[in-house]
């Protein structure tokens, strides 16, 4: 059977940035902060751990009892963020749903990034008529005024704040917040050499790949640089099981050569 073999040279001193994001995620626990100047008010009534459903809360917090005031915040946090380090955070997106009164209204709702217990950056102003209010705020490009990293994102501490004020008498719920962040990652194959003599086949390959190298170590890497498999070509050839991998695009790297392959 002929055999039919792929090269793919790599530029030298290419860093390639590849724009990613989490999926939406909800948090585990909530917690009132007093919010100053706004009371004293009656607390937030919350349920930890927090459930969601996938659309929304099982329990809904709640605050009752307020007349032409201020409400504390309510801090969702524990969203189980996780960001590789050495991303850059480009922007962050908020589901929130919001809202109830019995026989006054809500004119306004506040929500911010939060961390630490403490708001951050700039926060999203709602003008509105006590009905329930349904929004995805922020953008991927949108870090609402402030400097993120993963380490800040990532940290349990991180969340969102809601606050509101009232007409009359007014209980205020949160139905359902989800959190989705943004980010840039740059691969690590910077300054690698042409490749020359490192041949892998077939390309793409379903289930095993044989690579044509000179004796060595080999490792294959995603394109943000994790590491996926390793092994040891002793002759000038090796069958390597592709098993393990999803479906993808691969980087085989042995000695100072690169080639690409895509894993069916």
Not at 212 to 229: F, Q
Request: with cysteine; glycine share 10%; aromatic share 10%.
């Amino acid at each position: 059977m002929k055999k039919i073999y792929l090269c793919v040279t790599l530029l030298l001193a290419a860093a390639v940035s590849f724009a990613q994001s989490t999926a939406w995620l909800a948090p585990d626990s909530a917690f009132n902060v007093v919010k100053p100047g706004a009371g004293p008010n009656p607390a937030w009534n919350i349920t930890n751990p927090m459930v969601h459903t996938g659309s929304g809360f099982s329990t809904t917090p709640v605050s009752s009892g307020y007349m032409n005031n201020v409400s504390d915040y309510l801090y969702f946090r524990d969203f189980g963020i996780s960001v590789p380090t050495g991303a850059t955070i480009t922007g962050v997106e908020v589901i929130a749903s919001r809202g109830g009164c019995n026989s006054g209204s809500y004119y306004r709702d506040t929500i911010s990034l939060a961390h630490n217990g403490a708001a951050i950056g700039n926060y999203v102003e709602d003008s509105t008529n006590g009905s329930t209010a349904i929004d995805t705020l922020g953008a991927p490009n949108n870090t609402w005024g402030t400097l993120l990293t993963p380490a800040i994102v990532n940290d349990p501490q991180f969340g969102v704040f809601f606050s509101f004020q009232s007409f009359g008498i007014c209980t205020f719920g949160v139905f359902d917040c989800r959190v989705k962040v943004h980010y840039q990652l740059t691969t690590g194959i910077t300054g690698l050499a042409e490749s020359r003599s490192l041949r892998v086949y077939p390309n793409p390959a379903s289930s095993a790949i044989v690579v044509i190298s000179a004796p060595g170590n080999y490792t294959i890497t995603d394109l943000v640089g994790r590491e996926a498999l390793r092994g040891t070509v002793t002759g000038n050839e090796a069958s390597i099981d592709l098993s393990p991998l999803a479906p993808g695009l691969y980087l085989l790297r042995s000695g100072s050569e690169v080639v690409k392959f895509v894993k069916e």
